[in-house]
């Protein structure tokens, strides 16, 4: 059983938790994730890993409650067990031979992106980090994004916070303004990670994206989670998630991200039936 020893209210819809998982904790780096099950009946889901502590044998997660079993996660506190917490599973990120580095969050992406910069900024590589949101009262980790980073902008779809806008937009101005980046990193909503990789591609910047396709079991063998990038199948749990943004087929991966979206919704109003104890007709 794995202990959740913290739990944070980041915002009404997104939890921190950090869960005891000393022989995750050992392994894990930056770019990986794990797969947890809240109990022996529950779903397979995957997370990134959002932060660990060797010493204290412990592995952060951040998510948002958008299904049926992360609003069910949502619920637990601190000093619940979960059933399963398998990992490291990934590619770790790899960093050679980087100076200076943009690395982009939107949305729930900058808890992905955010150990991505503290594993830059502890190597002394100049980060610029760039996030996004759609309004000031969903910002998440705005102090350990400026710890990490030589310079944050920040940014709102509606200008409540920042600067009115899209991480693109503010992208677009560093490199416009003759900025340098050996790397950019981009997380978050597949459009943002599409329209990142094509303004970078002019400029001939290594661009690493993170996938996040639907995901069962995280050892390759059930072809869930398959990308096309450079016109061959990989599999993001195996192979990934770290692709080259400019390999990577986009439009299919929007599609097949929204193919289960009608039984999400169903899988959510079952779940509220059974907690209200009312009859699904």
């Known amino acids: 059983m ?37 109990d022996e009946e529950g779903e ?6 959002a932060d660990y502590d060797r010493e204290k044998g412990t592995v952060t997660i951040i998510f948002q409650e958008v299904g049926a079993t992360t609003i069910r996660l949502g619920q637990m506190n601190e000093g619940d067990c979960l059933a399963d917490f398998a990992g490291p599973l990934g590619i770790a990120s790899h960093f050679e031979d980087v100076k200076r ?4 969050g939107g949305g729930l992406g900058v808890a992905i992106a955010y150990p991505q910069a503290k594993k830059l900024h502890g190597m002394g590589v100049a980060v610029d ?23 944050l902008f920040i940014t ?9 806008g899209f991480v693109s937009d503010i992208l677009k101005k560093l490199l416009e303004e003759g900025n340098k980046y050996d790397v950019v990193i981009a997380i ?5 990670m599409k ?16 996938l996040n396709p639907i995901m069962i079991d995280g050892t390759g063998m059930c072809g869930g989670c398959r990308v096309t990038v450079g016109g061959k199948t990989r599999f993001a749990c195996v192979d990934g998630p770290d692709f080259d943004g400019h390999q990577v087929d986009f439009d299919e991966l929007i599609r097949r991200l929204s193919m289960y979206k009608k039984d ?5 109003e079952r779940h509220k039936c059974r907690l209200e104890g009312r009859t699904n007709a």
Do not use: C, H
């Open 2 to 38: 794995y202990k959740i020893v913290r739990k944070e209210v980041l915002n009404p819809q997104v939890k921190l938790f950090e869960i005891e998982a000393p022989y995750v904790a050992r392994k894990a780096e930056p770019g990986q994730f794990i797969i947890l099950r809240i």
């Open 129 to 151: 980090f760039i996030a996004g949101f759609r309004n000031k009262d969903i910002i998440i980790l705005e102090k350990e994004m400026a710890a990490v980073s030589d310079r």
């Open 264 to 268: 999400e919704q169903a899988s959510i």
């Open 44 to 49: 397979r889901v995957p997370f990134t890993i």
């Open 101 to 104: 580095a943009a690395v982009i």
């Open 156 to 164: 709102t779809d509606d200008g409540s916070n920042g600067t009115k």
């Open 188 to 192: 978050g909503p597949p459009i943002m």
């Open 195 to 210: 329209v990142v990789s094509e303004i970078t591609r002019p400029y001939g910047i290594k661009t690493i994206v993170s």
